[in-house]
């Protein structure tokens, strides 16, 4: 038997499509199998490469590195792109990594590892300690929970995940806040925690056999491995709040877009693991990789397996779309060096080519991610300097022009932006980001046609998750006797904004079937136009002709700022929802108010504010305030002792429930919301609080919205200049009530 018979897998038909979208591939360790997989799209399927490792566990994915700890040795990779040319078939893999050295930690049983700034981060379990190597120790221990007294190969408390931040340890997980050999397994059921490493203090206990903390799009995610969950943890209330539950026992996680991919062990009925919630409730369990999307929480594709693999420890994403893991005794790696630039220089050009020659790092390459990096941290001077930098060193070079855009926009500088976009296209007609980032400059500058048109290329970039069905995506041409799958997308804001569009399709087709997330269903089927909502996964191929993306119906229409169908309200509560909202003092206002969005959202660090943001608002008098806000941020008013607000959120269960009561509100208050959206597609007043370069919708300059007749837009005249707007809206509050 072959080792790929005895390693069989099965996959959604999905799962090669969403690889190659993002442009990526996994590695998956099995110490069970003893096995490190390179999981990878070729041509349509799915390709698993084995490689063999004494019991590999921990996996470190940093930039160029492929770092893996087994039990007694970690394994040091580098990718080297010059030796892909004498790979076979020729032009199809995109990355090799190659062996650089090993070392030998002696039995420690290493779980998870970590790259910090310039040196990896162990997850040393037998001696309950996170540690790093030199070349002179087996190990250097640098940190222990406070509750372990001593340094002893007993695995006292089963250390298991590190979350790095900012380049140094912050978060672990550990199965027991115990110090004896072997304790935590006494109360593995519920004695798992999760600590601050800075502060050396646990931050939750009483979780289910914790693993693999993460820290992404501004949430803290944990896996709970003894539930078999998917959560994310609220810090500042101490909490866990379970996103999904999967058939088998989580450990291993990495994120890319609004995806997370999670590994899944059988896990054996043995004192190991008996006695857990997931054994209890789920006879059958499964190994394998499972694809969650955030969002939802739903299971979007899988792959299983079906013999040989048991347990997965590690999943990783790798930035390549089919790379090589090679071998030791590989021959290439006799004729592949790497050498320090100021050597590479004095190679001879025969020998270059004859041999495999690669400088350690590539400057611009450098220049262009930390540039992007500081980008994040809205540190937008010193990213265009180093974007300068990259330009002088390539001066043809697209990203170079897009990155630059991405700076002016991130200024309102909007016309610069647009030329650099435009430059990077020149540069490389199909390169996707540059046509997008170019299209939400179009859109906030008011030329929807264009601007809609080079949106639509979001599908290409790595950001968006494709839906990919087998039927044509539609051109916006009539099709009266025809099924239309119109498919929501982003946020729910997003969905609010664009589902005026629902009548007009509806016009032009037979049927439409609106897929639409359960929370949302309920207020969609109170738009006009609408034959039937379904939850995404709950469509049959057969029961749809062709698809499109909600959002791009816009484009298809030909829409312009003349022609926004801006009729209200198009949305009204649900006719079964009959909430009351809770009486306020007599002969006030009642002003709802929403402080914070989704955290997902790429820029929520700039678009939410604080509850105590709003504190000049509530010195107004005259109003009975309502809080709106839900999710993670909705407990702030319980933290706030100078105004009485009425949380709402306790009667909340989905935006139908929202909706009828803002419906009974007299104005709304929200930063960039979708309840802002709501606000102006129910026809109520609403003021919406915008950061200093906001969304593209809310374009630029301008106080209303050819969205939404209702709204009043309040600007930061600067970056995270919230003071500012209160002030404004201050005032405007003590006239509407004659204060």
């Not at 990718?79 to 892909?84: C, E, I, R």
């Not at 709304?668 to 959206?677: C, K, N």
């Amino acid at each position: 038997m072959t080792e790929s018979s005895r390693l069989r897998s099965v996959y959604t038909s999905n799962l090669p499509g969403i690889l190659d979208h993002f442009g990526i591939s996994l590695v998956v360790s099995t110490y069970q199998a003893g096995k490190v997989i390179l999981v990878r799209n070729d041509g349509g399927v799915i390709n698993t490469h084995f490689r063999t490792l004494e019991k590999p566990m921990g996996i470190a994915v940093d930039r160029s590195r492929l770092t893996i700890g087994g039990k007694n040795t970690v394994w040091y990779y580098r990718n080297m792109p010059a030796v892909t040319s004498k790979l076979e078939p020729p032009g199809k893999h995109d990355a090799c990594y190659i062996p650089r050295r090993i070392h030998v930690t002696g039995d420690i049983d290493i779980h998870e590892m970590a790259w910090g700034r310039d040196e990896l981060w162990l997850v040393n379990t037998r001696f309950s300690a996170l540690c790093t190597l030199d070349p002179d120790h087996s190990f250097v221990p640098r940190w222990r929970p406070h509750f372990i007294t001593a340094l002893a190969p007993e695995d006292r408390c089963h250390l298991n995940g590190v979350c790095m931040v900012e380049g140094k340890p912050k978060y672990i997980t550990a199965l027991g806040e115990t110090d004896a050999a072997g304790a935590w397994r006494a109360n593995k059921r519920s004695g798992g925690i999760l600590m601050d490493v800075e502060n050396n203090e646990v931050l939750l206990r009483g979780l289910s056999m914790p693993h693999s903390p993460r820290l992404y799009g501004g949430r803290l995610w944990v896996l709970e491995s003894g539930r078999g969950s998917l959560a994310w943890v609220d810090l500042p209330h101490k909490s866990c709040h379970t996103v999904a539950l999967l058939p088998g026992f989580t450990r291993g996680l990495d994120f890319i877009g609004t995806l997370a991919f999670i590994g899944l062990s059988q896990v054996r009925e043995t004192s190991m693991f008996s006695g857990i919630p997931l054994v209890e409730h789920l006879d059958e369990r499964i190994s394998g990789v499972w694809v969650v999307n955030l969002q939802s929480g739903e299971t979007v594709a899988f792959l299983r397996f079906e013999e040989g693999v048991q347990e997965i420890f590690a999943v990783q994403i790798l930035p390549h779309r089919f790379p090589e893991m090679m071998e030791f005794d590989d021959p290439l790696i006799n004729t592949s060096y790497i050498v320090p630039d100021g050597a590479l220089q004095d190679v001879p050009a025969p020998l270059k080519s004859a041999l495999l020659f690669e400088k350690l790092e590539d400057p611009f390459v450098a220049a262009i991610n930390r540039g992007a990096a500081l980008l994040d941290e809205d540190r937008v001077e010193d990213a265009m300097a180093l974007f300068e930098q990259a330009r002088a060193m390539k001066p043809n070079a697209a990203v170079v022009y897009n990155n630059l855009g991405n700076a002016f926009t991130a200024q309102n500088r909007l016309r610069e932006a647009v030329a650099h976009y435009e430059k990077a296209l020149v540069l490389n007609p199909d390169f996707p980001d540059a046509h997008m980032n170019l299209g939400m400059a179009l859109l906030k500058l008011g030329d929807l046609s264009r601007g809609f048109r080079e949106f639509d290329w979001r599908w290409r970039t790595r950001f968006f998750t494709p839906f990919l069905p087998p039927q044509p995506r539609w051109n916006g041409a009539p099709m009266p006797d025809k099924t239309l799958l119109v498919h929501t997308e982003q946020g729910a804001g997003d969905t609010i904004q664009f589902a005026r569009y629902l009548p007009l399709v509806h016009e032009r087709v037979g049927k439409v079937l609106l897929v639409a997330p359960g929370p949302l269903q309920a207020l969609m089927a109170t738009v006009a136009g609408v034959d039937a909502i379904r939850g995404p996964g709950e469509i049959h191929e057969s029961a749809f002709d062709m698809y499109t993306p909600l959002m791009t119906v816009a484009g298809l229409l030909g829409t312009t700022l003349e022609t926004i169908p801006a009729a209200i309200p198009y949305l009204e509560p649900p006719p079964d929802r009959y909430l009351l909202l809770p009486p306020g003092p007599a002969r006030t206002l009642r002003v709802g108010i929403v402080w914070a969005g989704n955290p997902q959202q790429g820029n929520d660090r700039n678009r939410s504010a604080r509850l105590a943001d709003f504190g000049p608002l509530f010195d107004v008098p005259g109003i009975a305030w309502y809080s709106l806000q839900v999710g993670e941020r909705a407990r702030e008013p319980g933290d706030w002792q100078r105004t009485a607000i009425i949380e709402l959120a306790p009667l909340i269960r989905d935006w139908g429930d929202t909706a009828a009561l803002v419906s009974q509100l007299d104005l709304v208050i929200s930063v960039d919301t979708g309840v802002a959206h709501l606000a102006g597609a129910l026809g109520k007043p609403v003021w919406v609080l915008l950061c200093h370069a906001p969304d593209w919708r809310w374009m630029l300059e301008r106080e209303d919205s050819p969205w939404y007749p209702t709204a009043r837009l309040f600007r930061q005249s600067r970056p995270k200049d919230w003071a500012g707007v209160m002030a404004r809206v201050s005032a405007e509050l003590q006239t509407l009530v004659g204060a």
